[in-house]
């Protein structure tokens, strides 16, 4: 069983930062791809950042230059770092995770259970 633990959210100015972070615990043969997606009141849920297992980063034009991504992998976890936050930058942050379980033949995606982050004066 693979389990996916979110942290870090919370209520911050316009123009500050956070730091979330996700932990993927189980039994893992190999983390692929890492995500982190957000989803505000009443809009789709949309991808903010990528990066694969070599290090490689994608984020939304949204948050170029604001947030980074990267990833640990002797602690198989991702961060997300947010700066500069604006107030549509407000939305619940969910972790995604490509994974190879142990002893399976197949990757399959995981999720986090969701963090508020919310930018507000």
């Known amino acids: 069983q693979v389990q996916l633990v979110e942290s870090g959210g919370g209520l911050v100015q316009p123009g500050g930062s956070l730091r979330l972070s996700c932990a993927a615990s189980?039994?893992?043969?190999?983390?692929?791809?890492m995500a982190w997606h957000r989803q505000a009141p009443g809009k789709q849920r949309e991808l903010v950042a990528k990066?694969?297992?070599?290090?490689?980063?994608n984020y939304a034009d949204s948050v170029k230059g604001r947030f980074t991504i990267s990833r640990d992998n002797a602690k198989n976890t991702v961060y997300l770092q947010m700066n500069s936050l604006k107030p549509e930058d407000t939305a619940v942050y969910y972790c995604?995770?490509?994974?190879?379980?142990?002893?399976?033949?197949?990757?399959?995606?995981?999720w986090g259970q969701g963090t508020q982050v919310t930018v507000s004066s």
């Open positions: 995604n995770t490509n994974i190879r379980p142990s002893y399976h033949p197949f990757d399959y995606e995981y």
């Open positions: 990066i694969s297992s070599d290090s490689a980063t």
């Open positions: 189980g039994s893992i043969f190999r983390i692929n791809t």
